[in-house]
């Protein structure tokens, strides 16, 4: 029998809306209330949002603008998820409103490749 932690990890891999795969995109996010403008790169990307780290201060819920400074396209996302990093650095997981694989540099993620 499963433990509960174990159950709890499947339950959380399972309810990703898709892939995500490790891609360092450099942006540049601004944000409101507080207001302020940093240069990150993602740990992680998909369709849904990014991974990445930040040394400004946000909180669950926040809105962010995404702005891709190679091709200034620009995205809104909500802060999902939080979670410290080394030092003064947040990890910030953040969603956007619809997926946006445009968005990213490389066109589709690869696919997952389930053994047979």
């Known amino acids: 029998m499963a433990s509960p932690a174990k159950a709890l990890a499947r339950q959380h891999i ?19 209330s507080p207001s302020f403008k940093e240069e990150s790169v993602t740990l992680s990307i998909n369709f849904h949002g990014a991974l990445l780290a930040l040394s400004s201060n946000v909180a669950l ?3 962010l603008l995404l702005v891709n400074p190679q091709t200034w396209d620009e995205i809104e996302a909500r802060v999902s998820r ?16 619809q997926p946006a694989p445009q968005f990213w540099p490389i066109g589709a993620p690869p696919k997952r490749v389930l053994p047979r």
Request: charged share 25%; with cysteine; proline share 0%.
């Open 61 to 63: 819920g926040q809105k």
């Open 14 to 32: 399972e309810r990703r809306r898709s892939e995500r795969f490790q891609y360092g995109v450099a942006l540049t996010v601004c944000g409101t």
């Open 82 to 97: 939080l979670a410290a990093l080394d030092g003064q650095w947040t990890q910030v997981a953040v969603e956007f409103a």
